[in-house]
T-cell receptor, first 113, second 111 residues
Framework: DAGVIQSPRHEVTEMGQEVTLRCKPI?????LFWYRQTMMRGLELLIY????????DSGMPEDRFSAKMPNASFSTLKIQPSEPRDSAVYFC???????????FGSGTRLTVV | RKEVEQDPGPFNVPEGATVAFNCTYS??????FFWYRQDCRKEPKLLMS???SGNEDGRFTAQLNRASQYISLLIRDSKLSDSATYLC????????????FGAGTRLAVHP
């Protein structure tokens, strides 16, 4: 299995621009999670989906952030407009059931200048 | 108060040493627990699950104390390759489980 695939690996953008991060979960995993990691705040859960339906988006920082999962093999996290404080590593993870833990993708390192 | 708290370290130990990490969680409803390992500039990877009865995987032993809401990880005979950040994770139940990660404990094993 190819694991959880995220793209791009690195993204540098100017403040105010729209950023779209992409994720392909492991086939057969019903849960998909978006996390953000910074030195100051560690790993923060932004939103998660079960069977393509958003279940808990209480971690989404503000309206500038949105996430979609149009089908079982694809999800996006969009930031519009981006700000320098959004700079972080964004991880996508998937799981068949949280009792088994999550498998993380390699992450997208976002820098907003 | 954070839901999952860990000593950030760093723990600097010589090869061959035994080192223990502790973690506390605040949500008594948490039902699933894990330890993850994260190398520098890499994604977190599942190290082991933590069961009430305690469990061992080679040089690694995990313990759970539900009464004290406390999780531990013991690493015996430390190797240079064990140098990483170790993340304690608690699962919050309620229809759909979600995992809350601690900030991590950094371990540096030196020759």
């Amino acid at each position: 299995d190819a694991g959880v695939i995220q793209s791009p690996r690195h993204e540098v953008t100017e403040m105010g621009q729209e950023v779209t991060l992409r994720c392909k979960p492991i086939s057969g995993h019903d849960y998909l999670f978006w996390y953000r990691q910074t030195m100051m705040r560690g790993l923060e859960l932004l939103i998660y989906f079960n069977n393509n339906v958003p279940i808990d988006d209480s971690g989404m920082p503000e309206d500038r952030f949105s996430a979609k999962m149009p089908n079982a093999s694809f999800s996006t996290l969009k930031i519009q407009p981006s700000e320098p404080r959004d700079s972080a590593v964004y991880f996508c993870a998937s799981s068949p059931d949280s009792n088994y833990g999550y498998t993380f993708g390699s992450g997208t390192r976002l820098t907003v200048v | 108060r954070k839901e999952v708290e860990q000593d950030p370290g760093p723990f600097n130990v010589p090869e061959g040493a035994t080192v223990a990490f502790n973690c506390t969680y605040s949500n008594s409803a948490s039902q699933s627990f894990f330890w993850y390992r994260q190398d520098c500039r890499k994604e977190p990877k599942l190290l082991m699950s933590v069961y009430s009865s305690g469990n061992e995987d080679g040089r690694f032993t995990a313990q759970l104390n539900r009464a004290s809401q406390y999780i531990s990880l013991l690493i015996r005979d430390s190797k240079l390759s064990d140098s990483a950040t170790y993340l304690c994770v608690g699962g919050v139940s309620g229809g759909y489980n979600k995992l809350i990660f601690g900030a991590g404990t950094r371990l540096a094993v030196h020759p």
